[in-house]
């Protein structure tokens, strides 16, 4: 299951986690990623939270946690190849996994559909 917000990142339960990223709109957008920074594994997050600096060739963008929870996994792939941001967005480029008390938070994210209807 897929959840957008409406800052164009994407979040994906996997099993008791939810890996979160952004959607290949945001990277389009950004252009091509040159540096990833990414938070501490083991480190609380509240919702607004700055937890990852992207850098492009285009601007420097902070990506804010979407839920308040646990960062639990970081994609070190990240460190050495950004661009896999740009590459695969919803897939190899993700950026961290987080562990939530409350796994029905996500229910208030947009599906697929509304955030298409919203970049449209």
Same mark, same amino acid.
């Given at each position: 299951m897929m959840k957008y917000t409406e800052d164009h990142e994407w979040l994906r339960v996997e099993g008791d986690l939810v890996v979160v990223g952004i959607t290949e709109h945001a990277a389009t957008q950004l252009g091509d990623v040159v540096f990833v920074e990414l938070p501490e594994r083991e480190t609380m997050v509240a919702t607004g939270d700055e937890v990852v600096v992207i850098e492009s060739v285009k601007a420097a963008s902070d990506i804010l946690a979407p839920v308040d929870g646990e960062i639990v996994e970081v994609n070190d792939a $990240?460190? #050495?190849?950004?661009? *896999?941001?740009?590459?695969?967005?919803?897939?190899?480029?993700?950026?961290?996994?987080?562990? $939530?008390? #409350?796994?029905?938070? *996500?229910?208030?994210?947009?599906?697929?559909?509304?955030?298409?209807?919203?970049?449209?």
């Open positions: $990240l460190s #050495d190849k950004p661009g *896999l941001v740009n590459d695969d967005p919803t897939g190899a480029g993700w950026f961290f996994k987080m562990q $939530l008390d #409350d796994m029905s938070v *996500l229910d208030a994210f947009m599906s697929e559909d509304e955030y298409n209807d919203l970049v449209g």
